[in-house]
T-cell receptor, first 113, second 113 residues
Framework: ETGVTQSPTHLIKTRGQQVTLRCSSQSGHNTVSWYQQALGQGPQFIFQYYREEENGRGNFPPRFSGLQFPNYSSELNVNALELDDSALYLC????????????FGPGTRLTVT | GEDVEQSLFLSVREGDSSVINCTYTDSSSTYLYWYKQEPGAGLQLLTYIFSNMDMKQDQRLTVLLNKKDKHLSLRIADTQTGDSAIYFCADLDRGSTLGRLYFGRGTQLTVWP
């Protein structure tokens, strides 16, 4: 069974640039959720994708967008990067209703300068 | 929104038991989770409990749930230095999505040899 993978591991961008982060879900999982974890904080929900459709969004502006592909992998795109976007971005996969848990990847550390 | 609170720090001696506490506000919570995060890593799902249960035991881990007080605890028996990490309590909200997690800020567990 393959776990959740994310790429890249680390990324440094300049304010105003755009970034794309990638996630491959665990084998057999059809739902992907993205979370932002600022330093010293718990993860905050960005949005969730199910069957290639956005299925819920947290309190993040529209410059945070995403995609889910037919193989259930996913991308998170952030436009017009701000310094406060510096964080660990975590992808989690689950099978539909996440009763038995969401399984997280290792994360992408984004630094905006 | 929902609120999940945890104490920020806990120190124990190797071989002792650790108890990490969490409170939550959502009275309609169905599932509650404990995740572990080691430095520079993603989140590892440790265990979860369904809201109609009072207790769940899984090897060295015991989860206690008091629904009346909205209090969740994680007990780690025979704590080892390898248990040093940040532990997050999370509450599943199924309101409008397939399940978004609300996390506490995490409890930093330090185990002294």
């Amino acid at each position: 069974e393959t776990g959740v993978t994310q790429s890249p591991t680390h990324l440094i961008k300049t304010r105003g640039q755009q970034v794309t982060l990638r996630c491959s879900s665990q084998s057999g999982h059809n739902t992907v959720s993205w979370y932002q974890q600022a330093l010293g904080q718990g993860p905050q929900f960005i949005f969730q994708y199910y069957r290639e459709e956005e299925n819920g969004r947290g309190n993040f502006p529209p410059r945070f967008s995403g995609l889910q592909f037919p193989n259930y992998s996913s991308e998170l795109n952030v436009n017009a990067l701000e310094l406060d976007d510096s964080a660990l971005y975590l992808c989690a996969s689950s099978l539909g209703l996440a009763g038995d848990g969401q399984y997280f990847g290792p994360g992408t550390r984004l630094t905006v300068t | 929104g929902e609120d999940v609170e945890q104490s920020l720090f806990l120190s124990v001696r190797e071989g002792d038991s650790s108890v990490i506490n969490c409170t939550y506000t959502d009275s309609s919570s169905t599932y509650l989770y404990w995740y572990k995060q080691e430095p520079g890593a993603g989140l590892q799902l440790l265990t979860y409990i369904f809201s109609n249960m009072d207790m769940k035991q899984d090897q060295r881990l015991t989860v206690l749930l008091n629904k009346k007080d909205k209090h969740l605890s994680l007990r780690i028996a025979d704590t080892q230095t390898g248990d040093s990490a940040i532990y997050f309590c999370a509450d599943l909200d199924r309101g409008s999505t397939l399940g978004r997690l609300y996390f506490g800020r995490g409890t930093q567990l330090t185990v002294w040899p």
